[in-house]
């Protein structure tokens, strides 16, 4: 179940708790995901597996500063960011292994997973149509009365080429909801670079063009993004209207597990935004003895224990069951059309 | 005192928003301006801020009637002309449809859509959506073919938990007319016999009623007395009324303004010869739009859907066949 956080306490935060904070949340996402991907190789999980890996500092720094009550729709490179909004590894490899016992019980799988009922938005695969969404949330809870809540979205700079991309920013700017949307520019949509996505000069010209509040970030430096993204949130919520961050960073995996990314120009790798946020992390951490190497050590011990834990307890959960499934698409049953019964 | 299928409309919706805080209505010009056909005319001033517009985003309107929907809602939204809910249909297939099955989280919205044909609305203004929509796992259609119905249905579709497209046709806008609005009703996905017979079954839905009707009428001339079943709702399908219309009569014709292909002519069909082939004297016959985009000219457009002289004409071959 999600186990929601509460991520702003009352007690003020220090950067630097927040900063360690979010490091473990992106070092379980990025440990997850390795075994996910490793599973995936092993012929464990069937359909696809899709990384995050190189995105985590500027996804984790949505998650973590989205409260109990917020919304949250990720897409597909969020694990860091579902992790801090309260997401568990073991929803995770439930969803990804088609377990029964898993939140979408073996009927949508990997990073289709949610929990709408939780403010925990489970996107559908068709890019841009989770925004429209979120300010429908946030609609609802404005004509209910309530305030002090902000909802949260991702990403991609493919993303922003589709119809749904623009009428959701439009209308989330129209009706100056408390949107917080994050485009992750990590160089390529699947294949296609961006000289073949888009023409404007920067991504955050969207920004001004429909009314949102645009900043901008270096998506491999952790302490700028959280402190980025931080004031991005803590604008929406206090009434700011809908603000878009665009974080510039690569993509370090295929589009998913399937595809070994041999396309991608290895100039990338040079460039100023072609770097591990991980590593970068790590070296920050270290540097200012936040963290020494010992304890990086025992947590990657820690959390891969864990994962290993849990995915040897999946594997061995049962899978759905055709003939004990009710086949029913409306909540209804009173009301199924019944011809397939017959 | 007589009421019009349009003020039915309008009435459901003043009622729904009156007793049902969690109901509100988004769409294109439905505020101040009272909506293209004037289904909300007055709403925004009784219900402040309850009535909203909205940009020409079809694709946003129905995302957020979804996302308000799972926040605990009950959005119906107006889309201008059915025909535009093409630009809205990846929300309403994809993601209003899916949710339940996926998530456990039920998706209560409506989604009104003006259908159907009026003499000089042309290819864009008059499309019969309800077959495409029928189609997708997840969805309810609605298809009131009086104003009663229209006022009942409207009200039972705010009721339910799933999501409803709710296809109002704009031809019986403004002729047809209930004396009063109803206070109880049959429930919306049954079937209703709106003419007894024993010579042939005309099954059909919305505007289509009036000429199968006429048709109908016309054959008592003939000496025949054909029955005529309103379906009322086409998803869920009330195959068991057609099938027990079917083994009073033994003969079959399905009537639909809709385009012939996989629509819901061609769906009754399959259920009665696969479900009552015995109980047919002759093979089931089917009349729907022809199979061109609808054109603008009345002339052109009064012979692109059915007519009761058509109807007529195609049950006299049924009956002897």
């Avoid at chain 1, 749904?164 to 699947?190: D, S």
């Avoid at chain 2, 119905?149 to 296809?167: G, N, Q, R, T, W």
């Amino acid at each position: 179940m999600l186990d929601l956080l509460e991520t702003e306490p009352q007690r003020k935060v220090t950067a630097q708790e927040r900063y360690i904070q979010a490091y473990r949340f992106m070092l379980v996402a990025r440990l997850l995901e390795e075994k996910l991907a490793s599973l995936y190789r092993a012929g464990l999980i069937k359909g696809g597996v899709f990384l995050g890996k190189g995105q985590e500092a500027f996804s984790v720094s949505l998650g973590l500063h989205l409260r109990k009550g917020d919304i949250y729709a990720p897409l597909i490179r969020d694990q860091a960011g579902r992790m801090a909004f309260g997401d568990t590894i073991l929803d995770t490899l439930r969803t990804y292994l088609g377990s029964q016992l898993g939140p979408m019980r073996g009927r949508d799988g990997n990073i289709h997973r949610g929990s709408p009922g939780h403010g925990y938005y489970a996107m559908i695969s068709h890019l841009g149509a989770m925004i429209s969404a979120v300010v429908g949330g946030l609609m609802a809870r404005r004509l209910r009365g309530e305030t002090d809540i902000v909802g949260g979205s991702c990403i991609g700079e493919g993303g922003t080429s589709t119809g749904a991309f623009h009428e959701g920013i439009n209308v989330a700017a129209v009706e100056k909801v408390p949107l917080v949307l994050l485009v992750a520019n990590n160089q390529y949509a699947y294949s296609t670079p961006v000289s073949r996505q888009f023409a404007c000069r920067n991504l955050l010209d969207k920004a001004v063009g429909y009314g949102l509040e645009g900043h901008e970030v270096d998506g491999t430096n952790l302490e700028d993004c959280l402190h980025v993204v931080g004031n991005a949130v803590r604008a929406a919520r206090e009434g700011g209207g809908p603000q878009l961050v665009v974080g510039t960073l690569l993509r370090l995996a295929g589009h998913g597990e399937h595809d070994d990314a041999s396309y991608v120009d290895p100039v990338h790798y040079q460039a100023s935004y072609g770097g591990d946020c991980m590593h970068i992390a790590e070296r920050i951490l270290i540097e200012r003895s936040w963290l020494s190497r010992e304890e990086l050590v025992e947590w990657r011990r820690e959390i891969s224990l864990e994962v290993e834990l849990l995915s040897e307890k999946v594997l061995t959960e049962p899978a759905p069951d055709p003939l004990e499934e009710d086949w029913s698409a409306i909540s209804n049953v009173e009301l199924r059309d019944s011809y397939s019964e017959r | 005192m007589s009421i019009t299928y349009l003020e039915a409309i309008r009435a459901a919706q003043a009622r729904a928003l009156a007793v049902d805080p969690r109901v509100f209505l988004y769409g294109q010009d439905i505020g101040k301006f009272g909506g293209a056909f004037k289904a909300t005319k007055n709403l925004s001033i009784e219900f402040p801020g309850r009535v909203l517009d909205a940009p020409l985003s079809e694709d946003a309107i129905v995302g957020i009637a979804i996302g308000a929907a799972i926040e605990g809602m009950r959005p119906i939204v107006e889309i201008q002309f059915a025909d535009f809910s093409a630009c809205g249909f990846n929300q309403i297939v994809n993601h209003a449809a899916t949710l339940f099955y996926r998530t456990a989280v039920s998706c209560p919205i409506i989604i009104r859509l003006p259908s159907g044909g009026t003499a000089g609305s042309g290819p864009f203004h008059s499309q019969n959506m309800e077959a495409i929509y029928a189609h997708y796992p997840g969805l309810i259609v609605m298809t009131p073919a009086t104003a009663e119905d229209a006022y009942s249905m409207l009200l039972e579709a705010v009721a339910m938990d799933d999501p409803v497209i709710f296809c109002e046709h704009k031809f019986l806008y403004y002729h047809l007319k209930a004396k009063s609005l109803p206070t109880e009703a049959v429930p919306a996905c049954q079937a209703r016999l709106a003419r007894q017979g024993h010579d042939a079954t005309i099954v059909t839905y919305s505007a289509m009623l009036y000429e199968s009707l006429s048709a109908a009428e016309e054959l008592t001339q003939d000496g025949y007395e054909v029955e005529v079943v309103d379906l009322r709702c086409i998803k869920p399908l009330d195959t068991d009324a057609v099938l027990a219309s079917v083994a009073r009569t033994g003969r079959l014709l399905c009537v639909g303004e809709a385009w012939p292909w996989g629509g819901v002519t061609a769906e009754l069909i399959a259920r009665v010869a696969s479900e009552g082939y015995e109980l047919l004297d002759a093979p089931p016959q089917r009349l729907n739009a022809k199979e061109t985009p609808v054109p603008f000219h009345p002339n052109l457009w009064s012979f692109h859907r059915p007519t009761a002289t058509a109807i007529a004409s195609t049950l006299r071959r049924l009956i002897d066949l």
